[in-house]
């Protein structure tokens, strides 16, 4: 176990991901289809919002912009399923994803693949049923074999290199005790960052790896090639799911409705405030906008993506 580093530090500088996907028609097999294709913004004459509410028929969670096609995915929660959002055509389904446990799915963050562009996503399965879904390019779904059910994941990113990271943790009675894993698709899941209690939001910049932890309500770094100590970068009170924004900000989801900016210097900042509980965010670069995942209940039909511009 890692010893964690209580004082505060500055970041490592930290530049944009890229959104781009590169897209392939390979898919597993014995999978759920969906035919719907993710639409794609391309006319220039489309209204781009940069503050904005927009109904959403599900519960969203985990959120991904995808910015060669300037299509945002949404992890909806409600339907088990992943849909799209375009300024052009609004929220669309994609892809219904395979039964999940009866509790609810859990649907966490959704990243993209850079092998070949198509999507995984974390289900939290409750303790009995956790996995996660690997959606092909032609929007067919399956679970990665092999996985520890009991382990509930919330959190993925992905290194330069290809390598696949989850965060999970699971009860030990009194509380919980979470890693971040290395992840394969052939369902291989080996911890590399280890004494950790809740994480929830992890992303990869500048070769660290920053961890958000709902339980500790701080966030912390340490190298991606070398994991040691963790070092806390921030306090971040009821932190969620994590994104990269310009000039290495940092934005977290929050359970308090709270959305935060933490720049380069770890200083922490409220972005946006007045949600019910903010989940998944993701940065458009091109459009200076921030998508938030505004969860008001389970089944509610107040569940909202919300737009806000970045300066």
Not at 42 to 61: E, F, K, Q, R
Not at 156 to 166: N, S, V
Not at 284 to 298: C, E, P, S, T, Y
């Amino acid at each position: 176990m890692f010893p964690i580093a209580t004082q505060s530090r500055a970041f490592l500088a930290v530049g944009l991901l890229s959104g781009a996907c590169k897209c392939s028609n390979s898919s597993p097999a014995g999978s759920d289809a969906s035919t719907d294709a993710a639409p794609t913004d391309t006319a220039a004459d489309v209204a781009v919002p940069t503050t904005a509410s927009i109904s959403m028929p599900g519960d969203p969670n985990g959120l991904y912009w995808n910015a060669t096609s300037n299509t945002l995915y949404i992890a909806d929660n409600a339907n088990n399923r992943i849909v799209t959002y375009t300024d052009a055509a609004g929220i669309t389904p994609y892809a219904s994803l395979p039964a999940a446990s009866a509790s609810g799915p859990g649907l966490g963050q959704l990243i993209p693949l850079s092998s070949d562009g198509s999507l995984l996503v974390t289900r939290f399965g409750y303790g009995t049923m956790g996995d996660v879904v690997h959606v092909a390019t032609d929007a067919t779904s399956t679970v990665l074999p092999g996985l520890d059910p009991t382990r509930e994941r919330i959190g993925l990113t992905q290194a330069p290199d290809g390598t696949i990271y989850d965060t999970y943790f699971v009860s030990n009675g009194t509380g919980y005790i979470g890693s971040v894993a290395s992840l394969t698709l052939t369902g291989t899941e080996t911890d590399v960052v280890m004494g950790l209690q809740k994480p929830v939001g992890v992303l990869i910049a500048g070769g660290s790896f920053y961890i958000d932890d709902q339980d500790t309500n701080a966030l912390y770094t340490t190298s991606v090639t070398a994991p040691g100590t963790l070092s806390q970068v921030a306090l971040l009170p009821d932190a969620d799911l994590l994104c990269e924004g310009a000039n290495g900000t940092i934005f977290s989801g929050g359970a308090d409705g709270n959305v935060r900016a933490i720049d380069s210097s770890g200083n922490v900042t409220i972005f946006a405030s007045g949600f019910t509980k903010a989940r998944g965010v993701a940065y458009d670069g091109l459009n200076h906008r921030l998508f938030i995942a505004n969860h008001v209940g389970a089944t509610s039909s107040s569940n909202t993506i919300e737009i806000r511009p970045v300066p």
